[in-house]
């Protein structure tokens, strides 16, 4: 055999084992887990004794597949492995920025009349679009029914997960949107919103009028969903988020105390205990914060709580009540606080806008 005809029989060789590889990974990926079948047939049963049709439960679950890319995403999630400076340079971007800004000069009308009828700010409401999904270009490929079973087939958040599933049978079996639409993000997570199926059912809202919560496309729907949830966990309309602080020397673990050392903060923050201890802003003034630029608190007496960000920076957050209606969006002080910073950023770039 000469030399070049051995090279092409070894090409040939190499070219077949690789097809034979893939071949068989695809013969794997094709077949079922048994225990996973099990556990969906108990799926169904269950969805029948609350009531979903045949043909929504066929629709649905038939081709449910558990993909192990959601448990990999559900065990890394930025907020808890990214520090504070790079998860909020991630998030509030100068695209981001600017993008928003426009928005809420584009979207003027919807958002105004969101506002008025929630009480929420549209900055706020815009900020939250922006975060979440871009103000709404981040494509959505999930299907919603594989992400949140393959949560509810999972130890670590089953039961949660396992309410979401029946949550987004509900909405199909309801006509509440299509099959084809019910597309999200890796947990399950639907439209531009990101409301998850139980915040849908309660909370999505049909802000045009035409009969539909269409929280994929309808950007008032969007708007007014986002401005409802934030009312339903008592925004209020007169206060701000927050702001950025800078700290006296050692502020970083003198200023902690446990939250019965302080006032009582309001009701939606009690959930979250790590918040520590709430003061009046004239009291932390008193303590040594100050703004960034090293002036004064604003002279308003409002409970506040201190977020301490990455350590041996000097500088934290003094966080108001409205803060704890972001974190029941997302309850994590970096998700929050992107949001806050987002907003007092896009106001001032549509304030430019609007003032050329």
């Keep these: 055999m000469s030399f070049a005809s051995f090279l092409r029989a070894l090409v040939l060789a190499c070219f077949g084992l690789s097809y034979a590889v893939a071949g068989q990974e695809a013969t794997e990926a094709q077949q079922k887990d048994p225990e996973f079948e099990a556990w969906l047939e108990a799926v169904r049963v269950e969805a029948r004794d609350r009531g979903i049709s045949e043909n929504t439960i066929e629709a649905a679950l038939t081709d449910v597949t558990p993909i192990v890319r959601v448990i990999k995403r559900d065990r890394n999630q930025p907020e ?13 971007s100068d695209w981001r920025k600017s993008k928003g800004a426009q928005a809420i000069v584009d979207n003027a009308e919807s958002l105004s009349a969101a506002a008025q009828k929630y009480g929420v700010q549209e900055r706020f409401i815009a900020a939250i679009w922006g975060v ?30 396992r309410r979401e599933l029946f949550a987004a049978l ?5 006509g509440m949107t299509s099959f084809d639409k019910l597309k999200g993000s890796w947990a399950g997570a639907m439209g531009q919103p990101q409301f ?59 200023l902690i105390a446990p939250q019965e050392a302080g006032v009582e903060p309001d009701r939606q923050c009690k959930r979250f205990k790590t ?10 003034q008193a303590l040594g ?62 304030n430019e806008i609007s003032s050329r």
Excluded: H
């Design 80 to 92: 808890v492995k990214q520090t504070y400076a790079r998860y909020l340079k991630a998030r509030v």
């Design 132 to 161: 979440e999904t871009n103000y709404g270009t981040v494509p959505l490929t999930y299907s919603v029914f594989d992400a949140v079973a393959t949560l509810a087939y999972d130890k670590r958040r089953g039961p949660r997960f």
């Design 170 to 174: 509900e909405i199909l079996d309801k």
């Design 196 to 254: 998850m199926p139980e915040n849908y059912l309660k909370y999505a809202v049909d802000m045009d009028g035409d009969g539909e919560r269409d929280i994929w496309e309808n950007r008032a729907d969007v708007q007014g969903s986002i401005a409802n949830y934030l009312k339903s966990f008592g925004w209020r309309d007169d206060q701000t988020w927050g702001r950025k602080v800078k700290l006296p020397a050692g502020g970083e673990t003198s």
């Design 275 to 284: 918040m520590n201890v709430w003061r009046d802003l004239q009291d932390w």
């Design 289 to 350: 914060v100050r703004r960034l630029d090293g002036t004064d608190l604003p002279s308003r007496s409002i409970p506040a709580a201190l977020i301490v960000g990455d350590e041996g920076d000097g500088e934290g957050y003094l966080v108001y009540r409205n803060f704890c209606s972001i974190m029941r969006y997302n309850p994590s002080f970096k998700y929050a606080l992107s949001v806050g910073l987002l907003s007092d950023a896009i106001q001032a770039g549509a």
